[in-house]
């Protein structure tokens, strides 16, 4: 059985840090495009950052500069560094594993920016 366990999320000031971890189990993420997703209350899922399995990435607009993707196969786990966090960061948090026609989700970790 799959699954991504995603962990990290919380309550943050404006302009403070978090740090996702998405853990990894019944696959080996190496090969897979990971990726974390967002989804605010009443907005669509929207896509934040993805990681190739060759270590590529790439970033919604709205969080190039301030938030960082990173993975570690060895320990089979996907992280998004977080920093300088504004209200409109505040979402559940979601991860995302991708090969081919295989696609698995976490269950989401919430995270929210307020003073």
């Known amino acids: 059985q799959v699954q991504l366990v995603e962990s990290g999320g919380g309550l943050v000031q404006p302009g403070g840090s978090l740090r996702l971890s998405c853990a990894a189990s019944g696959i080996a993420i190496g090969s897979y495009t990971m990726a974390w997703y967002r989804q605010a209350p009443d907005k669509q899922r929207e896509l934040v950052a993805t990681?190739?399995?060759?270590?590529?990435?790439n970033y919604a607009d709205s969080v190039k500069g301030r938030f960082d993707i990173s993975r570690n196969n060895a320990q089979n786990t996907v992280y998004l560094q977080m920093n300088s966090l504004a209200p409109d960061d505040t979402a559940v948090y979601y991860c995302?594993?991708?090969?081919?026609?295989?696609?698995?989700w976490g269950q989401g970790t919430q995270v929210t920016v307020s003073s």
């Open positions: 990681i190739t399995n060759l270590g590529r990435t």
């Open positions: 995302k594993a991708n090969l081919a026609f295989r696609t698995y």
